[in-house]
């Protein structure tokens, strides 16, 4: 199984941007896509996440900007990211929780990360 993450970039403040994920593998499904982020010098801490059901949960700092979506015939997770803040400026990190895969279940995976800078 493997995560690549795309659409980091820098973007000024009260701008917006739009975080892919793409799960690829022998996969069957996951029960859990979500994005996590780090900055420097601080613990990566969870951003959002979406149920294979249907159910999301936020960070507070980022409800009512951020939408969290699946693509779950893709094994895809997105991010979109509106009116952007400095404090937003982190390493982004894909994760995927629960996979069924053809080996089996797997528990656990991340991506590499992609970075967002927010900055005027």
Do not use: H
């Not at 996590?36 to 990566?44: E, S, T, V």
């Amino acid at each position: 199984v493997r995560l690549v993450e795309s659409g980091g970039d820098l973007v000024q403040p009260g701008g917006s941007l739009r975080l892919s994920c793409a799960a690829s593998g022998d996969i069957f499904s996951i029960d859990t896509l979500g994005w996590y982020r780090q900055a420097p010098g601080r613990q990566r801490e969870l951003v959002a996440t979406a149920a294979k059901g249907g159910s999301t949960k936020y960070a507070d700092s980022v409800k009512g900007r951020f939408t969290i979506s699946r693509d779950n015939d893709e094994n895809a997770v997105y991010l979109q990211m509106n009116s952007l803040r400095p404090e937003d400026t982190a390493a982004y990190y894909c994760n995927a929780e629960g996979i069924w895969t053809l080996s089996g279940y797997e528990s656990e995976y991340w991506g590499q990360g992609t970075q967002v800078t927010v900055s005027s």
